[in-house]
């Protein structure tokens, strides 16, 4: 059985880098892509996504402002941030509000992407399973709650 591809969902508004990321990735993973924030959380509302790749300069809803809107329903995929300009602002802003794993700089190198991309896939998977783990923590506590009031109660 082959492995499940990681679903990556990249966000531009410039549609030549689209196709671009989707010509280099779309072999090793499945490719999601959107020209804008709001196309973006639509296909986050149907599709599971473990990876968003935005970039920061686009019309109407920057790159930072829609990790922003992602972490409000959707905190689980790991974020990227692409910026082609060095504007230092920029990236402390996606850090700090975006909550972003890792800003990469325009034009990238497919080598240094394809790294970010697994450490990142790497990075949700270990999230994934301490989530899992403190769910089963909860419901053993749970358990021993009740049958501490058991004990108790007789």
Known sequence: MAAKKI?????DDEENNLLSFKATFRIKYHVLTALNGDDALKILATTPIEIIITDQRMPEMTGVEFL?????NYPDPVRILLTGYADMSAVVDAINK???FHYVTKPWNEQELDLTINRAYAKYLEKAELKELNEKLEGSND???????????S
């Open 143 to 153: 358990q021993l709650e009740f049958l501490l009031r058991q004990k108790l109660l």
């Open 7 to 11: 679903n990556i969902l990249y966000v």
């Open 68 to 72: 922003e809107k992602v972490l409000e």
């Open 98 to 100: 975006g909550k972003i």
